[in-house]
């Protein structure tokens, strides 16, 4: 199985701390995706970093990914109370076939 | 707005009484997938459709089977639910494989 795994598996920060997640995988990658979901809703996408890139940025969020130890971060700068979730990778193995696969989550806790 | 819609957002069910749940799109996406999510659990993907081909994963109980009837709609139909098959279904679409998911709220299944 291609299931990544995260790290932690919970967080708790202050807010206004910045939050890191960790994110490995075990075979070849198209793109490493992020998604966050909110407690009993669907998942949302943040960012979709491919395999090619090495860092990519979007607001207070910045994920880098390094293919030659099969890992990615997921870094939130500044956080907010709202960032309180569960957050995913995914990755799109490079056979072409549709699929995402999702690791395990970390649930981040912001405290107010 | 363009969104994926799924209803219920709850559904109840009696031990081995059938349940029927869907999913509809205005993103006019060509995939779309089901996912079963068990509590602080990775998404699990049940099945996907590119248009109307019909993508089984290996590990999906055929206690599971789909419909994909137009672009729009897809349907997941569990013939005789078990009390292991409480969860969050979700139902995501993307406009080709393996890029960014868009995900409905989810409808969470109580079997009784």
């Known amino acids: 199985s291609q299931q990544g795994e995260e790290d932690p598996q919970a967080l708790s920060i202050q807010e206004g701390e910045n939050a890191t997640m960790n994110c490995s995988y075990k075979?070849?990658?198209?793109?490493l995706q992020w998604y966050r979901q909110n407690s009993g809703r669907g998942l949302v996408h943040l960012i979709l970093i491919r395999s090619n890139e090495r860092e990519k940025h979007s607001g207070r969020l910045r994920v880098t990914l390094d293919t030659s130890k099969k890992s990615s971060s997921l870094l939130i700068t500044a956080s907010r109370a709202a960032d309180t979730a569960s957050y995913f990778c995914a990755t799109e193995g490079n056979f072409g076939n549709e699929k995402l696969t999702f690791g395990t989550g970390t649930r981040l806790t912001i405290i107010p | 707005d363009a969104m994926v819609i799924q209803n219920p957002r709850y559904q109840v069910t009696q031990f081995g009484k059938p349940v029927t749940l869907s999913c509809s799109q205005t993103?006019?996406?060509?995939?779309m997938y089901w996912y079963q999510q068990k509590s602080s659990q990775a998404p699990k993907l049940l099945f996907h459709?590119?248009?109307?081909?019909?993508?089984n994963e290996a590990d999906t109980p055929d206690n599971f089977q789909s419909r994909r009837p137009n672009t729009s709609f897809c349907f997941l139909d569990i013939r005789s639910p078990g009390l292991g098959d409480a969860a969050m279904y979700l139902c995501?679409?993307?406009?080709?494989?393996?890029?960014?998911?868009?995900f409905g709220p989810g409808t969470r299944l109580l079997v009784l």
């Open positions: 995501a679409t993307s406009t080709h494989g393996g890029e960014t998911q868009y």
């Open positions: 075979t070849s990658i198209n793109n």
């Open positions: 459709y590119y248009d109307k081909d019909f993508n």
């Open positions: 993103l006019n996406h060509n995939v």
